[in-house]
């Protein structure tokens, strides 16, 4: 039996999600804007370049619209020809991975980002979104190696579309939601490596249901972030999902931008980790000063 105050309260928690997932298109990002290069990690900024919109067909016939953030300036061809893709949260959209996505392209690699058209309200379509994911990978390069990021039901459908993908060099999920045991089944099957990223548990990332997902691999690897929110996994977020998810670092204004800048690096690092060496040059600092010697 459900208790009238608790249908009352799972009624309001949905119109708010659906809000959150609406704002993404309303307001503006507070913590960059598209096209705005954020530093890699040896402290290098690439040249402020606009991504290139697209659009490619889902295989359920709604239209995938999506980003691709190409680095001005890259490491190496090889490491130019992997790419990342990268999903977003549940009813969210691509413009709240744009932070991250000029983060990565920043390090000189490629990234698209999409707008999942087969989520729903009341259906998240999280294997759909990964064969969408796989679709968006092949459009852009074809069979070359690919990294599938997502942030919470987009980490869900990122770590389907690697264990469906066999060019996929590995996953990486940013405080992962799992459902009816998708991510659990996927993660038991595959055979790359999955790291993970996770903050404090709370109501938005299911009490922390993701640990069920590490453990079913023998290849996974789950890193804590200490005092970080489902939020703050997002790049930009709003005020909106801070208010749903009650994000435990709100208070400290400071606190939350260093740890939102961390998160973005930490998962550049995990990137980074799942590319072969021969694949990762030299940093155009470094050519260069080969050069001049």
Known sequence: MRWPGFQLSLSLLAVLLALVGCSSLIFAPRDSAVGNAHPGLDGQRSLER???????????GCALHYRLYRPAVT?????????????HGFLRSQQRMAG?????????????????CNMRFWDGGHLQNGLDMIALARHLDGVQPVIYVGFSAGALAALVAARND???????????????????????????????????????????NAR????????????????????DFEAPTDALC??????????????????RASIRHQTLA????????SAIGPSPRTASAATRG
């Open 75 to 87: 490491g190496s061809a090889a490491q130019a020809s992997i790419r990342g893709i990268l999903g």
């Open 242 to 259: 801070e208010l749903v998810c009650a994000d435990p670092d709100q208070a400290d204004a400071s606190r939350t931008a260093e740890l």
């Open 166 to 208: 066999p060019h996929a060099l590995g996953v990486v999920t940013l405080d992962l939601v799992d459902t009816q045991g998708i991510g659990e089944r996927a993660a038991r099957d595959l055979d790359k490596p999955l790291i993970g990223l996770a903050g404090e548990p709370g109501a938005c990332n299911a009490k922390d």
């Open 270 to 277: 995990a990137i980074l980790t799942l590319i072969p060496p």
């Open 50 to 60: 606009l991504p290139v919109a697209g659009v490619l067909n889902s295989s359920t």
């Open 100 to 116: 991250l996505a000029e983060t990565i392209a920043a390090a000189g690699i490629p990234v698209a980002t999409l707008d999942f």
């Open 212 to 231: 069920a997902v590490f453990a079913a691999s023998s290849r996974a690897r789950l890193m804590r972030i200490e005092d970080a929110g489902h939020c």
